[in-house]
Antibody, heavy 120, light 109 residues
Framework: QVQLVQSGAEVRKPGASVKVSCKAS????????INWVRQASGQGLEWMGW????????AYAQKFQGRITITSDTSKSTVNMELSSLRSEDTAVYFC?????????????WGQGTTVTVSS | DIRLTQSPSFLSASVGDRVTITCRAS??????LAWYQQKPGKAPKLLIY???ALESGVPSRFSGSGSGTVFTLTISSLQPEDFATYYC???????????FGQGTKLEIK
C-alpha cells in the first residue's frame, strides 16, 4: 500500500543539527512531491519546505531559510530533511507528506511523524 | 504572504448536528484550498482539495465550498468519530509556499 515511513525519534542539544528521513513505497516516487510540516505540542501545523523528487527542486519557508536542507535519494525512494542550529523552539513532531496535481497539490498521504526534542 | 484565518477556533456541537467552519484568505487563492482533519497523536488526514473535491474514501457528510477568499467546510450530520481539529491549507505557486489556518477544535457538547 501507499505509505511514507519516517525515521525514529531524535534528541539533540541546542545548536546541533538533526536529519529526519521519509521513505516512500507503493507508488512511483518521482511522480509526487514531498513536503515537510511540523507541529509543536498543542500547536498548529507549520509548513517548512518542499522537494520535487523528479527535478530535485526545492522551496523553503522563509522562516527556515538558511537552516533547512531537503534532499532526496531516488534509488532509495527517500527524502531527507535536515535542520541545523537547533533551538528549544524546534522541539516538535515533524511530518513528511506527499502532494501532486492529482489533488491540486493538497497533501494526501502523510508519514507517521518524527518527534524531535531539543534540550540541553 | 497569504494568511488564512479560521473561525471559530473552538466549536462545541452534538452528534447529529450540522456544523460549518470558515476559512478566510488575506487575498484570492484561486481555489488551491484544502481541508484536513487531525486527531490527537495522529497525522492530518486530507478531506477536501481544490476547495470542493472530496478525497477518495472520505464520507459524503463532509463537503467544501467557496471561492476567492472565503471557504467553508461543512459536516452535515456529526458522527462521534468527527470530533477532532480541522485545518484549512492553501498553496501559493510563486514563490511556492503553503500555509495553514490556525485550526478549529471541534468538541462534543
Amino acid at each position: 500500500q501507499v505509505q511514507l515511513v519516517q525515521s525514529g525519534a531524535e534528541v539533540r542539544k541546542p545548536g546541533a543539527s538533526v536529519k529526519v528521513s521519509c521513505k516512500a513505497s507503493g507508488y512511483t516516487f518521482t511522480r509526487y512531491e514531498i513536503n515537510w510540516v511540523r507541529q509543536a505540542s498543542g500547536q498548529g501545523l507549520e509548513w517548512m519546505g518542499w522537494l520535487n523528487p523528479n527535478t530535485g527542486n526545492t522551496a523553503y519557508a522563509q522562516k527556515f531559510q538558511g537552516r533547512i536542507t531537503i534532499t532526496s535519494d531516488t534509488s532509495k525512494s527517500t527524502v531527507n530533511m535536515e535542520l541545523s542550529s537547533l533551538r528549544s523552539e524546534d522541539t516538535a513532531v515533524y511530518f513528511c507528506a506527499r502532494a501532486s496535481d492529482y489533488t491540486q497539490f493538497a497533501m494526501d498521504v502523510w508519514g507517521q511523524g518524527t518527534t524531535v526534542t531539543v534540550s540541553s | 504572504d497569504i494568511r488564512l484565518t479560521q473561525s471559530p477556533s473552538f466549536l462545541s456541537a452534538s452528534v447529529g448536528d450540522r456544523v460549518t467552519i470558515t476559512c478566510r484568505a488575506s487575498q484570492d487563492i484561486n481555489n488551491f484550498l484544502a481541508w484536513y482533519q487531525q486527531k490527537p497523536g495522529k497525522a492530518p488526514k486530507l478531506l477536501i482539495y481544490g476547495a470542493s473535491a472530496l478525497e477518495s474514501g472520505v464520507p459524503s457528510r463532509f463537503s467544501g465550498s467557496g471561492s476567492g477568499t472565503v471557504f467553508t467546510l461543512t459536516i452535515s450530520s456529526l458522527q462521534p468519530e468527527d470530533f477532532a481539529t480541522y485545518y484549512c491549507q492553501q498553496l501559493e505557486s510563486y514563490p511556492l509556499m503553503y500555509s495553514f489556518g490556525q485550526g478549529t477544535k471541534l468538541e462534543i457538547k
